[in-house]
């Protein structure tokens, strides 16, 4: 099973990124799958979450509204579009997949795989 994130880079607040994840070795419908970020100093929290059987998703708080998460058109994608972001977004993101499809998606998180991480630096 891989995760591969992509897509991490400088930005200014206000603007905006997106963010990928390529997975292989899983079947998307099996799981749900999302984004973490941790930073500097900070522990690693959940972002968003999304369950590919019915289209459910979850927001953290900070995420809601600004964030985006969505499946690709090719069926091992995930994307996280980030708008409006702040300087309180700058962490390292990671894409992440839990067997379980309920529990994620109400922000309770037992990461069965994880993706390394790609660095997002909101700065002017």
């Known amino acids: 099973v891989q995760l591969q994130a992509s897509g991490g880079g400088l930005a200014q607040p206000g603007g905006s990124l997106r963010l990928s994840c390529t997975i292989s070795?899983?079947?998307?419908?099996?799981?749900?799958i999302g984004w973490f970020r941790q930073a500097p100093g900070k522990e690693r929290e959940g972002v968003s979450c999304l369950r590919t059987v019915d289209g459910g998703t979850y927001y953290s708080d900070p995420a809601k509204g600004r964030f985006t998460i969505a499946r690709g058109n090719a069926n091992n994608t995930m994307y996280l579009q980030m708008n409006d972001l702040k300087p309180d977004d700058t962490a390292v993101y990671y894409c992440a997949a839990d067997l379980r499809l309920a529990e994620p998606c109400r922000g309770a998180w037992s990461v069965h795989y994880w993706g390394q991480g790609t660095l997002v630096t909101v700065s002017s």
């Open positions: 070795g899983i079947r998307l419908d099996d799981y749900a």
